[in-house]
T-cell receptor, first 110, second 114 residues
């Protein structure tokens, strides 16, 4: 069965600092990897999608994700955090029995 | 284009009752997936429908069922409600059948079972 693991249920950064949210996937997962963001009491918003052959994927709001097959990772980054980035982030493998990670709550300190 | 809409947004039911949730996908999208989100279990896949046929199913009991209509709208039904069914139920639509298609989520239906 496919699985996705997010390392760190809570991440706290200062405004303007680098954001790094970690996601590892099981090797049985086809490269249908996504990152979503969820704000309180809302549905999920698509941030970005892995594209076959790419190593760096650009998404909305300045987010990027780097796909590393050798490390089975798909970590999400943003060079400079903004207060509005505070939310819960989910890594997902969509297809078949779609699987989501447990989520990482990002806190941004002023 | 209008996004994914879900009705109702909030629902309170009693144990033993049944409930039907509705999802209207983005215009032109033919795939609809349903998820259950709870604090303890996170986001769990329920099922996916494409062209009125269930294509994939998660590990939920038979009390959870769904269907899709010819206009791609989908409904989810939960019978004999249990307290543990209290959750946010999310619907997502995609242009294509999984895998690989981007899924766009609705705002969810918050179900409370008392």
């Amino acid at each position: 069965a496919q699985s996705v693991t997010q390392l760190g249920s809570h991440v706290s950064v200062s405004e303007g600092a680098l954001v790094l949210l970690r996601c590892n996937y099981s090797s049985s997962v086809p490269p249908y990897l996504f990152w979503y963001v969820q704000y309180p009491n809302q549905g999920l918003q698509l941030l970005l999608k892995y594209t076959t052959g790419a190593t760096l994927v650009k998404g909305i709001n300045g987010f990027e994700a780097e796909f590393k097959k050798s490390e089975t990772s798909f970590h999400l980054t943003k060079p400079s955090a903004h207060m509005s980035d505070a939310a819960e982030y989910f890594c997902a493998a969509l297809g078949g029995k779609s699987t989501f990670g447990d989520g990482t709550t990002l806190t941004v300190k002023p | 284009k209008a996004g994914v809409t879900q009705t109702p947004r909030y629902l309170i039911k009693t144990r033993g009752q049944q409930v039907t949730l509705s999802c209207s996908p983005i215009s032109g999208h033919r795939s609809v997936s349903w998820y259950q989100q709870t604090p303890g279990q996170g986001l769990q896949f329920l099922f996916e429908y494409f062209s009125e046929t269930q294509r994939n199913k998660g590990n939920f009991p038979g009390r959870f069922s769904g269907r899709q209509f010819s206009n791609s709208r989908s409904e989810m039904n939960v019978s004999t409600l249990e307290l543990g069914d209290s959750a946010l139920y999310l619907c997502a639509s995609s242009l294509v059948r999984s895998p690989g298609g981007e899924q766009y989520f609705g705002p969810g239906t918050r179900l409370t079972v008392t």
